[in-house]
C-alpha cells in the first residue's frame, strides 16, 4: 500500500450535472467514500436532470489544462479518473495532461450517452477515445451499450468487443444489467488473456450516475495500492450497495446513495 501524509488525491476530469447525481459531484461522493480526496477539474458544463440531458458545452481546453495543472503542481496525484469528455480536443487535452503524470494510473470511463439516452459527445469522440486515450488509460468501464460503440461492434457481446478493444487497453471491465437477465455479469479482461466475472443481483429501476460512482470508486481503490482485480470487486461490491440503496429525488432515475464505507451497511 503507498504511503500519503494525508489522503490519496485523485484528479477528476468529468463533466458538471447540475442534478447531483452524476459527473463531478458522484466522483466527489464515491471517492469520498473509500477515504480519498477529489480534486475535481470541470470538462464539460451539461443541462440535465435525472430524466435526460438536453444540451452540453465543452470547456476550453486551456481552461481544463488550468484546472489540472494548478492541482498537479500543489498535490501528489495517486490516480486520475475521466469522465465526460465531450469533444476530440478533450481526449488530446487530456492526453496532454498526462504526460506530467507518468506512472499514475489512469481509470477511463467512456461517458458517451446518459443514462436516460441522450448524447455526451459528437461521434467521432469514442473513435477517438478508442485510437487516442485508450492505449494510455490503466483500465476503462464501458458498459455494454459504451463497449459496443468503442468497438463499432453494434450487436457485439462483450467477449467479442473485449477482442477488438483489448489490444488498445490494458484492462477492460465491461459492466452488464442492460439486458432482462436476472443477475448481472460485469466482466474483466487483461490483455494477457486473464478474465474475471463478478455476477451480482439485478437491481429494479434504472440508475442515474452509475458509471460515474464505480470508475471513480476504482480510481480510489488504485490510488490506495489495491492490487487491480480485487480494486475491481472492491468497487463492483460498493456500486452496488449504492444501488441497492438508492433514492429518488426527482421524477427521473434513481440516484445511488453514495454513503462512506462504515455507514452503508
Known amino acids: 500500500m503507498n504511503t500519503y501524509t494525508s489522503r490519496p488525491v485523485v484528479l477528476c476530469l ?3 450535472d447540475p442534478s447531483g447525481g452524476a459527473g463531478l459531484q458522484a466522483d ?32 476550453d481546453r486551456e481552461w481544463v489544462i488550468a484546472q489540472a495543472n494548478a492541482v498537479i503542481a500543489d498535490l501528489p496525484v495517486a490516480a486520475v479518473k475521466l469522465g465526460m469528455l465531450g469533444s476530440v480536443q478533450m481526449v488530446e487535452t487530456v492526453l496532454e495532461i498526462m504526460q506530467s503524470l507518468p506512472g499514475v494510473p489512469l481509470v477511463c470511463d467512456p461517458v458517451l450517452r446518459a443514462g436516460g439516452g441522450g448524447s455526451l459527445g459528437k461521434d467521432d469522440v469514442g473513435y477517438a477515445m478508442r485510437e487516442r486515450l485508450l492505449p ?5 468501464t464501458p458498459n455494454l451499450p459504451e463497449a459496443r460503440i468503442l468497438a463499432d461492434l453494434p450487436d457485439g457481446s462483450a467477449d467479442e468487443c473485449a477482442e477488438k478493444l483489448l489490444p488498445f487497453c490494458q484492462h477492460l471491465l465491461i459492466t452488464g444489467g442492460h439486458g ?25 429501476g434504472s440508475y442515474h450516475g452509475s458509471g460515474c460512482t464505480l ?7 488504485l490510488a490506495l495500492g ?25 421524477r427521473g432515475q434513481f440516484v445511488p446513495r453514495r454513503l462512506p464505507l462504515d455507514f452503508n451497511l
Open 14 to 16: 468529468s463533466g458538471h
Open 28 to 59: 466527489i461522493e464515491a471517492l469520498l467514500a473509500q477515504g480519498c480526496h477529489a480534486a475535481p477539474a470541470v470538462t464539460a458544463l451539461t443541462v440535465q436532470d435525472t430524466v435526460n440531458v438536453s444540451d452540453f458545452r465543452v470547456l
Open 136 to 140: 494510455s488509460a490503466t483500465i476503462a
Open 180 to 204: 432482462d437477465e436476472s443477475e448481472v455479469h460485469n466482466r474483466l479482461y487483461g490483455r494477457d488473456g486473464s478474465r474475471h466475472t463478478f455476477t451480482c443481483q439485478r437491481l429494479p
Open 215 to 221: 470508475a471513480s470508486t476504482l480510481a480510489g481503490r
Open 226 to 250: 489495491e492490487e487491480m482485480v480485487s480494486a475491481v470487486r472492491s468497487a463492483l461490491d460498493y456500486t452496488w450497495r449504492t444501488l441497492r440503496d438508492a433514492e429518488q429525488p426527482g
